[in-house]
């Protein structure tokens, strides 16, 4: 299953712009494996002094994005769990300001972020390998919003690559 393959009814506009930073040289599976590394070897090249920097006054660190990274996984592979099991409970949405608050992140080790991201990805390929072709077509709602289970994982992705651009432009 391929990008290509995405309609644009099976996620909300907002999500558009992380669609959009998915490369469609891949499929799903193969670029949840690929990107995850990419961007822990961005990652391991940044210099030291720069995971703490706030490019301005109220905006996150490198830490608290790599956190929020994590969480965001977290939440968008609980949706898709739940939409491949034909679960028709809406979901609601998270407030992401509130999380990185409560995170702590700027207090853990760059090398525990990165540890625990693997981890998480890990689990979420695990979950979309599970899913068979059928399941991956399943929606649900969330966030007021229609989106299937193949949508999140390319969300997954494209708000990955989003932030990686991000650190490219506004961190280095």
Not at 52 to 73: P, S
Not at 134 to 160: C, D, K, T, W, Y
């Amino acid at each position: 299953m391929n990008i290509k393959d995405l309609k644009s009814n099976e996620y909300a506009s907002f999500y558009g712009g992380y669609i959009n930073q998915v490369s469609d040289e891949y499929t799903l599976i193969e670029e949840l494996e690929i990107s995850v590394h990419r961007l822990v070897k961005f990652v391991r090249e940044i210099p030291m002094d720069k995971f703490d920097y706030r490019y301005a006054e109220g905006k996150w660190t490198i830490k608290d994005i790599l956190q929020h990274l994590i969480d965001a996984e977290r939440v968008f592979a609980y949706r898709a769990l739940r939409f491949a099991r034909n679960d028709k409970t809406e979901l609601p949405g998270f407030e992401e300001d509130d999380y990185v608050l409560e995170a702590n992140a700027n207090k853990r080790s760059i090398q525990d972020l990165l540890t625990e991201l693997l981890i998480v990805r890990q689990s979420t390929l695990a979950l979309f390998k599970s899913f068979n072709n059928e399941q991956l077509l399943h929606i649900g709602i969330a966030s007021n919003n229609p989106m299937s289970v193949r949508a999140l994982g390319f969300v997954i992705i494209g708000h990955q690559n989003h932030h990686q651009k991000v650190f490219e432009e506004r961190y280095l």
